[in-house]
């Protein structure tokens, strides 16, 4: 290994480098194939896109990731952000702890360019959470009988076109803002996707003589039981707009006895519960969640957008990861702005770092969830804190 832009030597021998060359890459390719015990699609796709972070001992990759800086929307505003994907450790590597390092290695460049949060998707959600990371939110996939959808929904007057214009980006940086955590998707996202999933196609929605208002991307897939249509992405403006996309794959009753729809692809919204006409023909099923870190507090804090009519003035403690250290701070939010400042008074509220991240992203919904969940203090107190929040819902809509 000769790629040395970023180089850290540790005393174990190990080094994590930040490598260049296509060479390295495949190699990298390689060695998660072998982790994963399949091809990771994407990985070659984003190579100039990502950075890839390597540890190699005795010239070997032992393990390694991608990273991306990126933003999030939180409160309506993108919050810098670093994006963790297809990490993994070589299996006769594994064992010693070095997935905890690598991921610290990845994360030290991102934080420097202004990352203030960290987001990844993962299986091993324990590992993860001992590091500072937690699910704002399950995630679910679906599945639906086709003529479910076709017997539920109508769609009279709506024009459907085939094909992804501008509108549909302009109208998913739209939608996006209205949720706590979706990626602020950069120019070259698509043509990542469409690379990803070559059968990707998108139809637009509208109604006649009005702008698009809905956008849905979808794509046949061979399964053990047939071909299946997946929905990898579903932006409605309006009730009236889903209802019209819905009602549109209903129509491919014919063919499809089923449309699956990925786990990030339908909002958190009770769409299928309250409109289906029989609701229990739906299949839910949970998979590996998003998970959010906060890395920087009082950024994170001021970067967010806040709701203009949202007063609060509260002291709170924030416990680390590790469990042995509470910081005081003091947050104020008002008139659409906020700060948190370190505090000598003890909280009213606290709360560890993964429950501070939780909150951040409007994941809990009441004063009982979150004091369920662990989160300690005067009821009255967190009932204050979580109404800073609540007025936007956690969704991460894409998976990298």
Known sequence: ????????????????????SDEHWQQYDAVATRSYGHSVGDILLLRHHADLRIAVARGEIAAGGLSLIGQQYFGGKPVPAALLGAGCVAPEHRGSHLSTRLITERLRPLQEQGAVLATLWTAATGHVQRMGWTAPVQAFSWTVPTDELRRSFTDANWVVTQGRTHHSDTLQHQIAARWN???????????WLQAKHPGLTTYEFRLPHHAVSGSLSVAFEHHHDGRRLVVHDFWPATAQAAAAMLAFL?????????????????????????????????TAQAGNPWLLRVLDLRKAVRLRGWPADADLALPIE?????????????????????????????GHVTLTQGQFAVWYAGGY?????????????????????????SDQEPWMADHF
């Open 1 to 20: 290994m000769h790629d040395q832009t970023d180089e850290l030597r540790q005393p174990d021998g190990l080094r994590f480098i930040t490598v260049e």
């Open 181 to 191: 955590g979706p990626w602020k998707r950069p120019s070259w996202w698509n043509t």
């Open 250 to 282: 209903g129509r491919h009753n014919s063919r499809i006895p089923t449309i699956d729809f990925q786990r990030t692809a339908l909002p958190p919204a009770p769409l299928l519960l309250h409109h289906l006409h029989r609701a229990g023909s739906v």
């Open 318 to 346: 924030v416990t680390n990861h590790a469990g042995d250290d509470t910081s005081c701070f003091s947050i104020r939010i008002h008139d659409g702005t906020g700060e948190l400042e370190p505090s000598g008074r003890p």
């Open 365 to 389: 919904r009441t004063t009982a969830a979150a004091l369920l969940s662990g989160v300690h203090g005067d009821p009255a107190a967190v009932r204050q804190l979580i109404h800073a929040t």
